[in-house]
């Protein structure tokens, strides 16, 4: 994983982390199953409640943030994360071809249509995660993007 400095300047951070493409989407719940079993979540507790991200938070400490983990959850986190901050706050999702990465990204709009930095916050967070593990980063990033989709 490349730290978000480190990332070409025209690339996306989501380089290599969504393989369902346009069709992530259609995919999404079983995406996020996929990751509530490598986690060792049950699916049923990730209720679209903020508090159900206790549960990824407290799953996350147990393991180690490597890269191959990362290319395992990420995707599944980031959907279920926007998913909450939708319900909750308003918005929707939006799909955004890259041509020169040849890749589909995925952007969470708020009710008012402004995008939300879901993904590279969450990218973010992994990254400072792997550097020092800190308490609830997946929580933190919620409430930080809930606090400014609110305004």
């Given at each position: 994983m490349?730290?978000?400095?480190?990332?070409?300047?025209?690339?996306?951070?989501?380089?290599?982390?969504?393989?369902?493409?346009?069709?992530?989407?259609?995919?999404?719940?079983?995406?996020?199953?996929?990751?509530?079993?490598?986690?060792?979540?049950?699916?049923r507790a990730l209720n679209g409640e903020p508090n159900s991200l206790d549960l990824i938070d407290k799953r996350l400490a147990k393991f180690t943030v490597d890269d191959e983990f990362i290319d395992s959850n990420f995707l599944g986190i980031y959907l279920y994360l926007g998913e909450l901050l939708k319900k909750n706050n308003g918005g929707a999702w939006k799909l955004n071809y890259i041509k020169q990465d040849d890749l589909w990204e995925l952007i969470v709009l708020d009710k008012a249509g402004n995008e939300l930095a879901v993904g590279i916050s969450l990218y973010e967070e992994?990254?400072?995660?792997?550097?020092?593990?800190?308490?609830?980063?997946?929580?933190?990033?919620?409430?930080?993007?809930?606090?400014?989709s609110t305004l």
């Open positions: 490349l730290s978000v400095s480190e990332i070409p300047q025209g690339q996306s951070y989501l380089t290599g982390l969504n393989p369902y493409d346009q069709y992530v989407l259609a995919r999404q719940e079983e995406i996020v199953k996929n990751m509530c079993i490598s986690l060792g979540i049950d699916r992994f990254e400072n995660y792997r550097v020092q593990a800190f308490k609830d980063p997946i929580r933190s990033t919620y409430n930080r993007l809930a606090a400014i």
